[in-house]
Each structure stands twice: as C-alpha cells, then as structure tokens.
C-alpha cells in the first residue's frame, strides 16, 4: 500500500524529497522485486513480471533502461531460455559490471540443469572477458569461483587437474569443496582401466566434478610415495577423499564401474561409513560392538595390518552365543583375523558344529580349506621358500584329521607341492599326471606348468600338453573352457 501510495504521487514526493532520491528508491525497490524472477524462485514472486514491465514502462527513471533489461533477462528465465541468455552476457561480456554482472549470474544459475556443456564453456570464455575488465578487479574472486564451477560442468568425465597437493589443498578451502585423490601406479592394470575406461565416462564426471577438486598422483613418483606414506596406501588403485583442510575423510581400494563406484564415493558423505570418521572416533575411545564391527570391515576392505587388532578387541568382548552366530561370523571367516594358532581359530576348531548350524557346514569347510589352500598357493607362485616337505606332511596329516569336504583335492595339491620342492621335474610331471584326476580346473596349479616347461625336454612338453587338455576337458563352463585352452596353447607356442 505504501509503494502504491508512492506511484500515485510521484510529482508531489518529487517535489518534496526530490528526483534522484526518489530515482534511486523506485530503482532499488524495482530492482528487489525482480530479484525472485531472475533467481526462478516463484514462491517469492509477488508481483507477476508482464505487470512489473508495465509499471516501469511508465516511470520517468533514469535507469529505467537498465530495469526493462533485467526484465527481459527474468523473461529468458521463466522460459528457460538458456541459449538466449548466454548470447546476451557474450554479447555485453566485455562491459558488463557490477549489479548488471550479478544479474546475469544469478539468471545463469537459475537456469543452470538446463545448460548443456557447450553452454558452459561459453560462459568460461565470457566469465574470462569480464575478468579482464578492471572495474571487475574486486569480484575476480567471485568471478574465479564461477569459472572453476563451470570448466567442471563442461568438462567429459572426471576433471583431474594438474596441482601438487599443496596448491589441491589451497584450491579445495578456496571453493569450499573436498578432494579426490587417485593413488595409481604406471605397472596398475585396473588403476589403467579406471583412467582409460572408466573415468572418462560423462556420467562420472557429471557426478564428481561439482563435488570435488580431482587430482591424481602417481604413488612411486614425484610427491607420491610421501603422499602415499601419509595416505597409509597399501594396495592399488586406492582413492582418498580430504576434507578441505587435507585431512583424510574416507579411503578405498579398487577401481569399478561408474554406478557402483559412485555408491563407493558417496559413502564418505556418511558417518557410519567414511574411514576417517570412524578412525577419529576409535582414537576418541568409542569401542561399542556396533562400531568396532563397521570399523574391522572398513579396515579390512583398506588392507589395513590394524584390523587384526581391532578384530582380537571385538572377540574379546562376545560372548559364546555371540561368537558362533552369524552377526560374528566374519571374524573367523577371515584368515587373516582369526590365523591359524590364534584364539579365534582355535575356538573355531573346538565350536565347528555350532558355527555349522549358525553359518553352513559348506562354510565352515571353506573356511577351514582356505587357510591350507592359501599356503598351497604361495608355495606353487614360488613365495614360500621356508615351507619344507615335513611341514607338507604335517599339514596333510591335520587336513585328513579335519575330514574336509576338499580332502582330496588338497592332498593332492599336496603332493604336487612336494614334488616342486623336490626339484626333480620328471616326478613333478608324474605326480601332476596322477593328481590331475583328482583336481578342477580351477584348484589345479597352472603357474608350475609355465615353470616347468622351460627346462622340459620335447617328450616331457607333450606330457604336460596332456595335462592341459584334461583340464581344458573337465571344464563345465564353455566360454571358460575355450580361454583355458587358448592360454595352454600360447604357453607351448614356439618363441
């Protein structure tokens, strides 16, 4: 009612508070109220636009030019004119300051999820033209953070930007935003996958690039093996992501397709979930049951050697019932947190018909299997050299007390391994003949063959050739079957 009185009375306010005061309320006040419709925010448009237009249409201002324009830029938004819009500020790019300047960023943002990427590349260039201009001097802040916004929305796939970690880190508090890092290797083959494959994928950008400041550093050289240090990275490709201050908010190892590896990312936005949060609050003291269960699974999807500890903390605190069921069954279920020797293990020997009922007796005869089939392995990839042939018999002797359901795929896993320690290739080749009867493909040791085969004379290659058809043979899986053949038969391709 007020500002009604006003415009019914223009002369008379003119006269007693004079014109430019008068000017500069009618623009101020005119300005507020397209204020909502250059920001599309239709629950705070009182007045409709075409009946703000026709008031000022009527005034006698001085910049009432300068409100008809910024009602012809709140018409772009309320048509959602995008293209339109961005043709007017590459039009007046080079002039346009202060209040003239927020109007046209505050329309873009209004229309921003309807731009497309060439949309906001031509706004880069734009925003780099006002930049240039010096009346522009103190919003070249304002200015940079629009710029750095809109090269992510532009930007195919994730935007890795070229920054030692120190400028990533100044970056990060200076538009607010957290870090993710890729801690990758040159000889990494999924670390090469996720930046060949799968990382230059729109949708992945799409999700990252507004979210984070993205940097990548090679873990062997340069700042990497002192970032690795402070990272703890232990496998790769692992990804941190940092708080804006640099401090670690989660981590994880290996790479995935674009929507399981986003779920991966988002979880650094949950408490219960993001590593860092969960360290500080273990540091803190908190060792409820609920926390320490999330913290060993993230420790040890993190390969972390504290997970043991963790873990042995949990134990301690369970009772019998607890400790058979399956809420727990993870602990013993993991070599590396329940070994061989350890307590946990032991409990599990004593209790196994209990965990049976609780977890599957095909589980529990897993379980128990893989701890000798680990041993196994290391002894045929040749990075076991301390194991000798009493400490195979040994194990032999504890498989056959254990009445595994694998009994004698193991056993003859065993005796495989005896002959490679013996070192006497042809009884290698004869116990392999015998025990691949008794072996799947899958648990059959191929890395000997390729050992093997290179100090075989001509008589014994075809033998093992055999070897690799029977197994080829007993292949159930087709497509599996054709690979397996195809891989024995570069391992015997003449050089």
Request: include cysteine; hydrophobic fraction near 40%.
């Amino acid at each position: 009612p007020d500002f009604n009185l006003i415009l019914a009375n223009i002369p008379t306010f003119e006269k007693n508070i004079g014109k430019e005061k008068l000017d500069e309320f009618l623009f101020s006040a005119y300005s507020r109220a397209l204020s909502p419709h250059l920001y599309g925010n239709k629950e705070r448009q009182t007045v409709s636009l075409d009946e703000l237009k026709q008031q000022i249409g009527k005034l006698d201002l001085q910049k009432k030019n300068d409100l008809l324009s910024l009602c012809d830029i709140a018409g772009l938004v309320a048509q959602g004119d995008v293209n339109q819009l961005v043709s007017k500020v590459e039009e007046k790019a080079a002039t346009l300051t202060g209040n003239d300047l927020s109007s046209m960023l505050m329309a873009f943002g209004a229309m921003q999820d309807k731009a497309t990427k060439a949309d906001y590349n031509r706004m880069v260039a734009a925003a780099e033209k006002m930049m240039a201009n010096p009346a522009n001097s103190e919003m070249k802040n304002y200015l940079e953070y629009y710029v750095e916004s809109w090269k992510n929305l532009a930007h195919v796939g994730v935007n890795f930007q070229d920054l030692t970690f120190e400028q990533a880190v100044e970056k990060a508090a200076k538009m607010r935003k957290q870090i993710f890092v890729d801690c990758y290797t040159s000889w990494c083959g999924p670390c090469k996958y996720m930046s060949n494959t799968v990382f230059p994928q729109e949708k992945m950008g799409d999700y990252m690039n507004p979210k984070f400041i993205c940097v990548k550093y090679d873990m062997e050289k340069g700042e990497g093996p002192e970032l690795a240090k402070k990272f703890g990275v232990r496998a790769y490709p692992t990804f941190v992501i940092l708080n804006t201050d640099g401090t670690v908010r989660h981590k994880f190892v290996g790479g995935g397709e674009p929507d399981r590896f986003i779920e991966r990312v988002k979880d650094a936005f949950d408490d219960n979930k993001a590593t860092g949060v969960l360290e500080a609050k273990y540091a803190e003291g908190v060792r409820d049951k609920e926390f320490l269960v999330k913290y060993v699974e993230s420790l040890i999807s993190m390969y972390s050697p504290d997970a043991s500890k963790v873990a042995a903390e949990l134990y301690g605190q369970l009772t019998d019932e607890e400790k058979v069921s399956s809420d727990y069954w993870f602990i013993f279920n993991n070599p590396d947190l329940a070994p061989a020797g350890s307590e946990a293990y032991e409990y599990l020997l004593a209790n196994r018909e209990k965990f049976a009922q609780n977890n599957t007796e095909e589980a529990v005869d897993k379980r128990l299997s893989s701890g000798y089939q680990r041993k196994l392995m290391m002894i045929f990839y040749g990075r076991d050299k301390s194991t000798t042939a009493a400490d195979l018999d040994q194990m032999k002797k504890e498989i056959v007390g254990l009445k595994l359901k694998n009994e004698k795929s193991l056993v003859g896993q065993i005796n495989i391994a005896k002959a490679l320690l013996a070192n006497n290739p042809n009884q290698l080749l004869t116990v392999c003949e015998k025990e691949v009867n008794n072996l799947s493909p899958e648990e059959f040791p191929f890395s000997i063959i390729a050992g093997a085969k290179e100090k075989a004379t001509p008589l014994q290659i075809n033998r093992w050739k055999k070897i690799g058809q029977k197994l080829v043979a007993k292949c159930e899986d087709k497509d599996m079957a054709k690979q397996m053949e195809q891989y024995i038969e570069s391992m015997f391709a003449k050089k």
